[in-house]
């Protein structure tokens, strides 16, 4: 489950107590895991939610987890965007990520750019609940952190225009998981969602129907950088 300690104990702080002279040691460089403990910021949570249903991934490293950002060359601005963000809260190195070359599949050569956080030991639920066995999976209360930032980031890192709607490639995850996704989304946003094929076995994505995209820009438009509107399909 998808279960913050660190956000309910947030939730929970009396309201006479002034959350900003809370001591926040996660801020300061060379900080160790351990303390960094948080309370995190729910809209930093969405980033990372949404991340990690997209392109983003979790690594434990030491006694806490760090979530590693990646994206194409194509789509920098949008990973500078997310580094900014998260390196003025205090989460990551500020240092502006560079574009670097590797080698895919076919021997392709890709540009990539790329950033990870700071580790935190406050991350490690996050970790517990999108990988079992070192497969990543999907966790059952993920309705209660998908938010319109969370989806908007997950659709900024996978979701591509097609046709007249749009679609999630969710190819690496297993079509109990996309089903249960495209039933979390019917629900909590009253979006039709279909579960199509990827065009390859055993994979699948999302598909967000023409009917469905006005709904949808309304929505995530508040929360897309400006770089990635195309997505949106020209409904925007």
């Known amino acids: 489950k998808l279960l913050c300690p660190k956000w309910f104990e947030f939730l929970n702080i009396g309201s006479n107590v002034n959350i900003y002279s809370l001591s926040l040691p996660f801020i300061l460089p060379k900080t160790r895991a351990i303390k960094r403990i948080g309370p995190h910021n729910y809209d930093v949570l969405s980033i990372l939610i949404g991340s990690l249903l997209g392109d983003g991934y979790a690594e434990r490293h030491g006694f806490g987890t ?56 406050s991350f490690n639920w996050i970790h517990s609940a999108f990988y079992k066995n070192g497969t990543k999976v999907i966790p059952e209360d993920i309705g209660d952190y998908l938010s319109p930032l969370a989806l908007a980031v997950w659709i900024m890192d996978d979701g591509g225009k ?33 579960v199509i094929s990827a065009g390859s076995i055993n994979q699948y994505n999302l598909y967000f129907s023409k009917s469905t995209m006005i709904l949808l820009a309304k929505i995530i438009k508040p929360y897309l950088h400006t770089s990635m509107y195309y997505k949106l399909n020209g409904y925007i």
């Open 66 to 121: 760090r979530i590693c950002f990646q994206q194409e060359h194509l789509n920098n601005l949008y990973l500078l965007w997310l580094h900014n963000y998260l390196s003025e809260l205090g989460y990551c190195n500020s240092t502006i990520p560079i574009i670097s070359t590797r080698l895919g599949k076919g021997g392709k050569l890709r540009y990539i750019s790329r950033f990870k956080t700071y580790t935190f030991t």
């Open 162 to 194: 097609v046709s007249s709607g749009l679609k999630i490639a969710t190819n690496n995850l297993s079509s109990t998981d996309v089903e249960f996704l495209a039933t979390v989304l019917r629900n909590k946003y009253a979006l039709k969602v279909s």
